[in-house]
């Protein structure tokens, strides 16, 4: 249980990937229906036909489906190509809150260093603790297919 004003760790998860910062922004932005597991971490599991990041302050990123509805996962809050955003996260179909994504790019031997922090889960009250620890490993799984396309667009 969490008590109010208890503040819950952010999950942070770091990566290096052998392309430019310019690319590896892209990839993860508005290619990430190229490589996001979309059957396992979806709301439509294995209706989602693709994804659409808005690129812009206001923006959305949605998921869309073999039937032509749209679910929406979050909306950008900053925007920084290629260096970082910044967005709401609640992919559910009835959000009862939200949390915040930030993700950061910078140059670094071997490529481009990717720094996701997923923070905010005082939001969900209780349920948050509990949601930070799904995430954590869930974030491992989402990352490991990006950092594979990243590979294959180094090749």
Do not use: C, N
Request: no cysteine; glycine share 10%.
């Amino acid at each position: 249980m969490t008590m109010a004003g208890q503040q819950i760790a952010p999950v942070v998860k770091s990566r290096v990937v052998p392309i430019e910062p310019e690319q590896a922004f892209e990839l993860f932005t508005t290619r990430a229906g190229e490589w996001w597991p979309v059957a396992t971490h979806s709301i439509a599991k294995g209706g989602v036909v693709g994804l659409r990041f808005e690129s812009f302050v206001g923006g959305r990123f949605v998921e869309l489906t073999a039937d032509g509805e749209e679910h929406l996962w979050g909306e950008v809050l900053t925007w920084d190509p290629p260096y970082a955003f910044s967005m709401t996260w609640y992919p559910s179909l009835r959000p009862i809150a939200s949390s915040i994504l930030e993700v950061r790019f910078a140059a670094t031997e071997g490529g481009t260093e990717v720094v996701l922090v997923h923070d905010g889960w005082e939001a969900f009250g209780d349920e948050g603790a509990a949601r930070r620890s799904a995430y954590d490993s869930g974030w491992d799984l989402v990352l490991a297919p990006y950092e594979a396309a990243a590979v294959d667009s180094a090749g």
